[in-house]
Protein backbone atom coordinates (compact mmCIF):
# COMPACT_ATOMS: atom_id res chain seq x y z
CA UNK A 1 0.00 0.00 0.00
CA UNK A 2 3.12 2.58 0.36
CA UNK A 3 5.42 2.66 -2.37
CA UNK A 4 8.93 1.39 -1.03
CA UNK A 5 10.97 3.27 1.36
CA UNK A 6 14.26 4.94 0.24
CA UNK A 7 16.23 3.18 2.96
CA UNK A 8 15.25 -0.23 1.31
CA UNK A 9 16.46 0.23 -2.06
CA UNK A 10 19.47 -1.74 -3.00
CA UNK A 11 22.62 -1.13 -0.39
CA UNK A 12 25.79 -1.18 -1.39
CA UNK A 13 24.67 -1.95 -5.17
CA UNK A 14 25.98 0.48 -7.41
CA UNK A 15 22.87 0.25 -9.98
CA UNK A 16 21.78 3.96 -9.18
CA UNK A 17 19.33 1.61 -6.63
CA UNK A 18 16.12 1.84 -9.21
CA UNK A 19 14.11 -0.39 -8.45
CA UNK A 20 11.00 -1.39 -10.59
CA UNK A 21 8.03 0.75 -9.25
CA UNK A 22 6.12 -1.26 -7.25
CA UNK A 23 2.46 0.96 -7.30
CA UNK A 24 0.49 -0.66 -4.14
CA UNK A 25 2.25 -4.30 -4.12
CA UNK A 26 3.80 -3.55 -0.93
CA UNK A 27 6.74 -3.09 0.16
CA UNK A 28 7.36 -6.81 1.05
CA UNK A 29 8.18 -7.13 -2.54
CA UNK A 30 10.44 -3.97 -2.53
CA UNK A 31 12.48 -5.99 0.36
CA UNK A 32 12.27 -9.63 -1.31
CA UNK A 33 14.02 -7.22 -4.35
CA UNK A 34 16.16 -5.67 -2.86
CA UNK A 35 17.51 -8.62 -0.61
CA UNK A 36 18.36 -10.13 -4.34
CA UNK A 37 20.16 -7.04 -5.63
CA UNK A 38 22.34 -7.56 -2.66
CA UNK A 39 22.94 -10.60 -3.03
CA UNK A 40 23.23 -10.73 -6.52
CA UNK A 41 25.71 -8.11 -6.30
CA UNK A 42 27.80 -9.93 -3.57
CA UNK A 43 27.73 -13.40 -6.53
CA UNK A 44 29.00 -11.14 -9.16
CA UNK A 45 31.59 -9.55 -8.00
CA UNK A 46 32.99 -12.98 -6.51
CA UNK A 47 32.72 -15.08 -9.64
CA UNK A 48 32.26 -12.47 -12.29
CA UNK A 49 35.86 -13.42 -13.43
CA UNK A 50 35.93 -17.02 -13.32
CA UNK A 51 32.78 -17.40 -15.19
CA UNK A 52 33.84 -14.63 -17.73
CA UNK A 53 36.99 -16.37 -18.32
CA UNK A 54 34.75 -19.47 -19.04
CA UNK A 55 33.03 -17.79 -21.61
CA UNK A 56 35.59 -16.62 -22.94
CA UNK A 57 37.20 -19.27 -23.41
CA UNK A 58 33.92 -20.63 -24.70
CA UNK A 59 32.99 -18.16 -27.48
CA UNK A 60 37.06 -17.37 -27.76
CA UNK A 61 35.61 -13.53 -28.52
CA UNK A 62 35.62 -10.83 -25.44
CA UNK A 63 32.62 -9.28 -26.95
CA UNK A 64 30.56 -12.09 -27.49
CA UNK A 65 31.64 -13.85 -24.18
CA UNK A 66 30.50 -10.21 -22.67
CA UNK A 67 27.02 -10.88 -24.25
CA UNK A 68 26.40 -14.55 -23.50
CA UNK A 69 27.54 -13.96 -19.96
CA UNK A 70 25.35 -11.01 -19.75
CA UNK A 71 22.38 -13.06 -21.02
CA UNK A 72 22.98 -15.64 -18.59
CA UNK A 73 23.39 -13.48 -15.00
CA UNK A 74 20.47 -11.97 -16.33
CA UNK A 75 18.83 -15.36 -16.19
CA UNK A 76 20.17 -16.25 -12.61
CA UNK A 77 18.72 -12.91 -11.38
CA UNK A 78 15.46 -14.02 -12.33
CA UNK A 79 15.50 -17.13 -11.16
CA UNK A 80 17.25 -16.28 -7.96
CA UNK A 81 14.56 -16.91 -5.35
CA UNK A 82 13.60 -20.22 -7.52
CA UNK A 83 16.82 -21.76 -6.80
CA UNK A 84 16.36 -22.69 -3.05
CA UNK A 85 19.49 -24.18 -1.96
CA UNK A 86 21.55 -24.61 -5.25
CA UNK A 87 24.48 -22.99 -5.76
CA UNK A 88 24.35 -19.90 -7.94
CA UNK A 89 27.88 -21.11 -9.55
CA UNK A 90 26.39 -23.91 -10.57
CA UNK A 91 23.58 -22.48 -11.84
CA UNK A 92 25.26 -19.90 -14.12
CA UNK A 93 27.59 -22.51 -15.25
CA UNK A 94 24.87 -24.82 -16.50
CA UNK A 95 22.77 -21.83 -17.79
CA UNK A 96 26.12 -20.68 -19.58
CA UNK A 97 26.67 -24.37 -21.07
CA UNK A 98 22.88 -24.75 -22.01
CA UNK A 99 23.43 -21.41 -24.10
CA UNK A 100 26.79 -22.27 -25.56
CA UNK A 101 25.59 -25.48 -26.89
CA UNK A 102 22.46 -24.72 -28.35
CA UNK A 103 23.31 -21.90 -30.52
CA UNK A 104 22.50 -21.70 -33.89
CA UNK A 105 25.59 -23.03 -36.51
CA UNK A 106 26.15 -19.74 -38.25
CA UNK A 107 27.20 -18.23 -34.55
CA UNK A 108 30.58 -20.57 -34.68
CA UNK A 109 33.03 -19.44 -32.12
CA UNK A 110 36.22 -18.15 -33.22
CA UNK A 111 39.68 -17.26 -31.86
CA UNK A 112 40.77 -17.11 -28.21
CA UNK A 113 42.76 -19.99 -26.66
CA UNK A 114 41.14 -22.79 -28.25
CA UNK A 115 41.08 -21.63 -31.44
CA UNK A 116 41.44 -25.25 -33.76
CA UNK A 117 38.46 -26.62 -31.61
CA UNK A 118 35.21 -27.19 -32.43
CA UNK A 119 32.35 -25.95 -30.19
CA UNK A 120 31.99 -29.13 -28.91
CA UNK A 121 35.63 -29.93 -28.25
CA UNK A 122 35.42 -26.32 -26.35
CA UNK A 123 32.99 -26.74 -24.33
CA UNK A 124 34.39 -30.39 -23.13
CA UNK A 125 37.58 -29.15 -22.67
CA UNK A 126 36.43 -26.26 -20.70
CA UNK A 127 34.49 -27.84 -18.64
CA UNK A 128 36.93 -30.74 -17.98
CA UNK A 129 40.16 -28.92 -17.47
CA UNK A 130 39.05 -25.50 -16.38
CA UNK A 131 35.92 -26.04 -14.69
CA UNK A 132 37.48 -29.69 -13.21
CA UNK A 133 33.91 -30.96 -13.77
CA UNK A 134 33.55 -34.84 -13.60
CA UNK A 135 33.24 -36.79 -17.01
CA UNK A 136 29.97 -38.05 -16.18
CA UNK A 137 28.88 -34.67 -15.20
CA UNK A 138 29.81 -33.48 -18.41
CA UNK A 139 28.45 -36.38 -20.08
CA UNK A 140 24.87 -35.80 -18.70
CA UNK A 141 25.04 -32.12 -19.07
CA UNK A 142 25.57 -31.82 -22.88
CA UNK A 143 23.42 -35.11 -23.28
CA UNK A 144 26.02 -37.76 -24.29
CA UNK A 145 27.84 -40.69 -23.23
CA UNK A 146 30.71 -40.95 -20.82
CA UNK A 147 32.70 -42.47 -23.17
CA UNK A 148 32.08 -39.91 -25.91
CA UNK A 149 32.84 -37.41 -24.02
CA UNK A 150 36.27 -38.84 -23.04
CA UNK A 151 36.83 -39.29 -26.76
CA UNK A 152 36.29 -35.97 -27.37
CA UNK A 153 38.60 -34.99 -24.62
CA UNK A 154 41.17 -36.96 -25.83
CA UNK A 155 41.08 -36.02 -29.65
CA UNK A 156 40.98 -32.02 -28.42
CA UNK A 157 43.95 -32.88 -26.21
CA UNK A 158 45.84 -34.12 -28.88
CA UNK A 159 44.50 -31.15 -31.22
CA UNK A 160 45.82 -28.68 -28.30
CA UNK A 161 48.95 -30.01 -27.77
CA UNK A 162 49.79 -30.57 -31.87
CA UNK A 163 52.16 -27.73 -32.78
CA UNK A 164 50.17 -24.71 -34.75
CA UNK A 165 51.14 -26.48 -37.85
CA UNK A 166 50.45 -24.38 -41.33
CA UNK A 167 46.61 -23.80 -41.92
CA UNK A 168 44.69 -26.44 -42.95
CA UNK A 169 44.73 -27.05 -46.67
CA UNK A 170 40.90 -25.97 -48.10
CA UNK A 171 40.62 -29.07 -50.24
CA UNK A 172 42.97 -32.60 -51.24
CA UNK A 173 43.89 -30.67 -54.48
CA UNK A 174 45.43 -27.84 -52.13
CA UNK A 175 47.16 -30.00 -49.94
CA UNK A 176 48.47 -32.61 -52.82
CA UNK A 177 50.02 -29.52 -54.80
CA UNK A 178 51.59 -27.98 -51.82
CA UNK A 179 53.16 -30.82 -50.75
CA UNK A 180 54.40 -31.48 -54.27
CA UNK A 181 55.73 -27.89 -54.11
CA UNK A 182 57.38 -28.61 -50.80
CA UNK A 183 59.23 -31.53 -51.82
CA UNK A 184 60.02 -30.16 -55.20
CA UNK A 185 61.85 -27.24 -53.37
CA UNK A 186 63.63 -29.71 -51.09
CA UNK A 187 64.86 -31.87 -53.76
CA UNK A 188 65.88 -28.04 -55.87
CA UNK A 189 67.64 -27.28 -52.73
CA UNK A 190 69.15 -30.59 -52.17
CA UNK A 191 70.84 -30.35 -55.67
CA UNK A 192 72.23 -26.97 -55.53
CA UNK A 193 73.09 -26.87 -52.12
CA UNK A 194 76.53 -28.16 -52.61
CA UNK A 195 77.25 -26.32 -55.64
CA UNK A 196 76.62 -23.23 -53.94
CA UNK A 197 79.66 -21.24 -54.32
CA UNK A 198 79.18 -19.47 -51.28
CA UNK A 199 78.39 -22.00 -48.25
CA UNK A 200 80.44 -25.52 -48.88
CA UNK A 201 78.37 -28.65 -46.94
CA UNK A 202 81.87 -28.61 -44.36
CA UNK A 203 80.65 -24.47 -43.56
CA UNK A 204 77.10 -26.00 -42.12
CA UNK A 205 78.59 -28.33 -39.76
CA UNK A 206 76.72 -30.88 -38.22
CA UNK A 207 73.28 -29.53 -39.02
CA UNK A 208 74.43 -30.40 -42.11
CA UNK A 209 74.69 -33.69 -41.83
CA UNK A 210 72.12 -34.55 -39.77
CA UNK A 211 69.29 -32.67 -41.92
CA UNK A 212 70.07 -31.80 -45.20
CA UNK A 213 66.76 -30.28 -45.97
CA UNK A 214 67.48 -27.68 -42.67
CA UNK A 215 70.65 -27.09 -43.93
CA UNK A 216 70.35 -26.48 -47.24
CA UNK A 217 67.86 -23.48 -46.24
CA UNK A 218 68.77 -22.22 -43.01
CA UNK A 219 66.73 -19.07 -43.38
CA UNK A 220 63.72 -20.94 -44.84
CA UNK A 221 60.25 -20.81 -43.37
CA UNK A 222 61.13 -24.37 -41.77
CA UNK A 223 64.18 -22.63 -39.57
CA UNK A 224 62.14 -21.83 -36.71
CA UNK A 225 61.36 -25.40 -36.14
CA UNK A 226 64.91 -26.53 -36.61
CA UNK A 227 66.88 -28.13 -33.57
CA UNK A 228 69.62 -25.69 -32.57
CA UNK A 229 71.04 -27.97 -30.32
CA UNK A 230 72.21 -27.57 -26.47
CA UNK A 231 75.12 -24.57 -26.31
CA UNK B 1 38.87 -42.72 -15.06
CA UNK B 2 42.32 -43.02 -14.17
CA UNK B 3 42.84 -41.14 -10.83
CA UNK B 4 46.46 -40.69 -11.62
CA UNK B 5 47.23 -37.44 -12.60
CA UNK B 6 47.91 -37.66 -16.64
CA UNK B 7 50.81 -35.08 -17.94
CA UNK B 8 48.77 -34.09 -21.57
CA UNK B 9 45.91 -33.08 -19.27
CA UNK B 10 48.22 -30.97 -16.81
CA UNK B 11 49.64 -29.65 -20.30
CA UNK B 12 46.08 -28.81 -21.17
CA UNK B 13 45.30 -27.35 -17.63
CA UNK B 14 48.14 -25.56 -17.76
CA UNK B 15 47.50 -23.75 -21.32
CA UNK B 16 44.04 -23.00 -19.79
CA UNK B 17 44.81 -21.54 -16.58
CA UNK B 18 45.55 -18.40 -17.99
CA UNK B 19 44.63 -15.10 -15.43
CA UNK B 20 40.79 -14.07 -16.31
CA UNK B 21 40.01 -11.10 -18.05
CA UNK B 22 38.89 -7.70 -16.53
CA UNK B 23 35.68 -7.68 -16.07
CA UNK B 24 33.16 -5.19 -17.29
CA UNK B 25 32.29 -2.73 -15.09
CA UNK B 26 28.99 -2.23 -15.75
CA UNK B 27 28.43 -6.11 -16.31
CA UNK B 28 26.41 -6.50 -13.55
CA UNK B 29 24.22 -3.41 -13.85
CA UNK B 30 23.71 -4.73 -17.62
CA UNK B 31 22.53 -7.92 -16.30
CA UNK B 32 20.61 -6.79 -13.30
CA UNK B 33 18.00 -4.31 -15.60
CA UNK B 34 17.83 -7.68 -18.12
CA UNK B 35 17.10 -9.78 -15.18
CA UNK B 36 14.40 -7.08 -14.14
CA UNK B 37 12.68 -6.97 -17.42
CA UNK B 38 12.91 -10.91 -17.29
CA UNK B 39 11.36 -11.24 -13.49
CA UNK B 40 8.66 -8.06 -15.05
CA UNK B 41 8.00 -9.88 -18.36
CA UNK B 42 7.31 -13.12 -16.22
CA UNK B 43 5.20 -11.53 -13.46
CA UNK B 44 2.91 -10.38 -16.17
CA UNK B 45 2.60 -13.50 -17.92
CA UNK B 46 1.68 -15.34 -14.58
CA UNK B 47 -1.35 -12.65 -13.92
CA UNK B 48 -2.38 -12.71 -17.02
CA UNK B 49 -2.36 -16.69 -16.71
CA UNK B 50 -3.93 -17.10 -13.70
CA UNK B 51 -6.55 -14.27 -14.60
CA UNK B 52 -7.83 -16.51 -17.77
CA UNK B 53 -8.31 -19.62 -15.21
CA UNK B 54 -10.00 -17.82 -12.74
CA UNK B 55 -11.99 -16.10 -15.80
CA UNK B 56 -12.75 -19.67 -16.95
CA UNK B 57 -13.39 -21.26 -14.02
CA UNK B 58 -16.36 -18.83 -13.34
CA UNK B 59 -17.70 -18.89 -16.81
CA UNK B 60 -17.75 -22.86 -16.88
CA UNK B 61 -19.42 -22.33 -13.29
CA UNK B 62 -22.07 -19.55 -14.55
CA UNK B 63 -22.97 -21.82 -17.19
CA UNK B 64 -23.09 -25.25 -15.49
CA UNK B 65 -25.50 -23.13 -12.97
CA UNK B 66 -27.70 -21.93 -16.17
CA UNK B 67 -27.70 -24.86 -18.39
CA UNK B 68 -28.28 -27.49 -15.80
CA UNK B 69 -31.11 -30.47 -17.48
CA UNK B 70 -33.73 -30.30 -15.11
CA UNK B 71 -34.73 -33.99 -14.35
CA UNK B 72 -37.25 -33.92 -11.52
CA UNK B 73 -40.71 -34.16 -13.67
CA UNK B 74 -40.09 -37.09 -16.46
CA UNK B 75 -40.27 -35.81 -20.42
CA UNK B 76 -43.43 -36.58 -21.84
CA UNK B 77 -43.45 -38.26 -25.44
CA UNK B 78 -45.45 -36.15 -27.21
CA UNK B 79 -44.29 -36.37 -30.23
CA UNK B 80 -43.67 -40.11 -31.03
CA UNK B 81 -44.77 -41.46 -34.59
CA UNK B 82 -44.82 -45.42 -32.96
CA UNK B 83 -48.41 -46.15 -31.20
CA UNK B 84 -48.20 -45.65 -27.26
CA UNK B 85 -51.92 -46.71 -26.38
CA UNK B 86 -51.01 -50.40 -26.21
CA UNK B 87 -49.91 -53.34 -29.08
CA UNK B 88 -51.87 -53.43 -32.23
Redesign the interface.
Given at each position: MSPPAPGETAKGVDLNARLPSHGGVGRRRAAADSRRDAEFAAFTAGAGGRLLHTATLLTGDPAAADRLLTAVLARVYADWFRMRADDPYEQARSELVRRFHHRPWWNRPRGGDLDRLTGQERLVVTLRFFEGVAEEQTAAQLGLPADRVRAICARATATLRSRPATPAAASVAEARSARAAREQRAAHAGKAGPGTPGGSPAADGPAGARDPVAASSPSGPSGSHRYEGTP | ?SPLPNR??E???R????P?????VD??????????????R?RIEHTVLWALLVAAAIAGIVLAVLAWPDHSTPPVPSDNWWPTNGPN
Open positions: - | MRDEVRLLDTHPAVPLAARAVLRGRRIVRR
